[in-house]
């Protein structure tokens, strides 16, 4: 992660005022200038240095960031994961896209490396991944937006109990929003950019931004799916607007933070409102005067439910129930090709989905 002089990717603070509440309709994903995805060929466990010590995790159990996993993807690539239940590792789609077209091309040949009490406390080989689940509407990175740029890891056996497992956020989502992002990536400064051969398997590092834009889904709808920070230099002259976090807290992401956490502090909770997904222009990735973002993760609460078995067939709002609510929402996709809506899966929302939908019916809902 690159920070301002002495600022790294990934970071904690306290929650800045919002400053204005997010409009209707959002703007498209496609107004990111150049998203590039950031993910970091390299070999595991090598010996890596930092000049940037400060913005360094303690690999603690009570770190608040303990649950934030490296993973080693397809044996090429560093990522980043973060723990949502005791199988199941939330990350980026594109890290097991090596093709970008919206497809698995690595399988389950992912390890996953936690760093809770030490380096290394625990590792899960490749034979214990028993499913990789990719978004089924992600279409591959920036093809033609970054949306829906989610996966889950599926364990064979849960982790150990000491390992943190993170809630969904489920407050406000307000421009000046400040996200604490975590990764394993390449660190650096803003001035100079990345210090390449910094990313790590085992060196946990913290840095925040603030929310400064929000974009749609791609199917144009307003609920905001994509956030986006700038990474501003000392006075705060970043191309979206609004104040700098100062040195020592305000950071963009590098390669190897891809799939990484982005955390909103909720009375002392860190609570996960993103993944870590790309940075971009228009400046210099790495530099101030570039940016980043991510996606956002409660508007995918429906879909990371479904993979891990907590949401009824049918249940598209998510209120436990499938009734008139999910009725309502299933024909305002009709005849196209929203997951939500999508119930059999076979790419489109029609009849067919409407048939799964009544032979689950349960009620009015709400």
């Given at each position: ?11 904690l ?14 703007p498209?994903?496609e107004?990111?200038v ?13 010996v890596?240095?930092?000049?940037s ?19 080693f993807?397809?044996?090429k690539h560093?990522?980043?994961g ?8 939330l990350?980026?789609a ?37 499913r ?10 920036q093809?033609?937006?970054v949306?829906d740029?989610?996966a ?14 993170y ?5 406000p989502i307000?421009?000046?929003l ?23 398997f ?37 191309f979206?607007g609004?104040?700098t976090?100062?040195p ?11 799939g ?10 860190p ?10 222009g ?5 530099r101030f005067?570039?940016?980043?973002g ?12 479904r993979?891990?078995g ?8 998510g209120?436990g ?46």
């Amino acid at each position: 992660m690159s920070t301002q002089r002495h600022m790294k990717t990934t970071g904690l603070a306290a929650l800045v005022c919002a400053s204005a509440v997010v409009a209707s309709p959002l703007p498209s994903p496609e107004r990111i200038v150049n998203p590039e995805p950031i993910i970091l060929a390299g070999e595991p466990l090598e010996v890596t240095t930092d000049r940037s010590a400060g913005r360094i995790d303690v690999l603690t159990p009570d770190s608040p960031f303990a649950g934030a996993v490296s993973l080693f993807v397809g044996g090429k690539h560093l990522a980043t994961g973060t723990v949502i239940s005791p199988r199941h590792i939330l990350t980026a789609a594109h890290c097991f896209d090596e093709i970008g077209q919206g497809v698995n091309t690595v399988g389950t040949d992912v390890a996953i490396f936690l760093n809770v009490d030490g380096e290394l406390s625990h590792v899960v080989p490749p034979a214990g991944v028993e499913r990789v689940d990719l978004h089924p509407d992600f279409t591959g990175f920036q093809n033609p937006v970054v949306n829906d740029d989610l996966a889950i890891i599926t364990l064979a056996s849960p982790l150990p109990v000491d390992v943190p497992i993170y809630r969904i956020y489920d407050g406000p989502i307000e421009t000046g929003l400040v996200v604490w992002m975590v990764g394993y990536g390449e660190t650096g400064d803003g001035f100079t950019g990345y210090e390449r051969g910094t990313g790590s398997f085992t060196v946990r590092r913290i840095g925040a931004n603030v929310a400064d834009a929000f974009y749609s889904d791609r199917h144009g709808r307003g609920e905001p799916h994509v956030w986006q920070f700038d990474f501003d230099g000392p006075e705060g002259d970043g191309f979206l607007g609004g104040p700098t976090l100062g040195p020592g807290v305000e950071a963009t992401l590098g390669g190897g933070d891809s799939g990484g956490p982005g955390f909103v502090f909720v009375s002392g909770e860190p609570m996960l409102f993103s993944v870590n997904n790309y940075v971009s222009g228009p400046g210099e990735p790495g530099r101030f005067g570039s940016g980043g973002g991510g996606l956002i993760v409660p508007a995918q609460r429906w879909w990371i439910e479904r993979v891990m078995g907590l949401r009824r067939i049918g249940d598209i709002t998510g209120d436990g129930r499938v009734g008139a609510a999910d009725m309502s929402a299933l024909l305002s996709m009709w005849g196209d090709t929203d997951a939500r809506g999508d119930l059999n899966g076979d790419g489109v929302v029609d009849s067919r989905d409407l048939a799964v939908l009544l032979q689950n019916w349960s009620g009015q809902g709400r």
